[in-house]
């Protein structure tokens, strides 16, 4: 389902008779949003999440990082990651998970790993309809989080020390 799709029947939901109370809003206006009301609050949020996490869950590049979990451990994972993304991106949302390296310490997440997973991102924010200006700047705050979140020694030690030319 399309973000804004969703977000249109979440709207006529909400007003009595379905009527929809909108002003079209300039620009200016739109850019004077925090990123979190641009992505359609917690509504927009949460439906990303839940798309983006069940797609991670049945990766089988990934898989191995999920193995196990159960249908609580996987929605405790989709609710950590919605209130980490509403707080990230300027909404009321607290985060109620540990920090990006205590998380994914020991795992042996690798570069290769990360942009499976951004890809998967990039690929339901397109198919939400996103506008590429709030794409780039969540991913900017996604990418943020890389060298937390990659871990394995060997890749940590290369981006680090290895000449530029390698």
């Known amino acids: 389902m399309k973000l804004k799709s969703y977000l249109a029947a979440i709207a006529l939901l909400a007003i009595p008779g379905g009527a929809v109370i909108s002003s079209p809003a300039t620009a ?18 949460s439906a990303v999440v839940d798309e983006f996490a069940g797609r991670l869950f049945h990766d089988p590049k990934i898989a191995q990082f999920f193995a196990g979990m159960g249908d609580d451990t996987r929605a405790s994972f989709k609710q950590k990651n919605k209130n980490l993304v509403c707080a990230a991106t300027g909404g009321p949302c607290k985060i109620i998970s540990r920090n990006a390296d205590v998380v994914h310490g020991g795992l042996g997440i690798t570069s290769a790993d990360f942009d499976v997973v951004a890809g998967h991102l990039k690929d339901v924010l397109v198919e939400f309809n996103v506008p590429e200006a709030e794409q780039d ?30």
Not at 148 to 164: M, Q
């Open 137 to 166: 700047e969540l991913f900017a705050i996604i990418l943020s989080l890389k060298p937390a979140i990659v871990d394995r020694p060997d890749e940590k030690k290369l981006s680090k020390d290895a000449p530029a030319d390698r």
């Open 28 to 45: 200016q206006e739109e850019m004077e949003k925090s990123l979190y009301e641009r992505l359609g609050g917690y509504a927009g949020v």
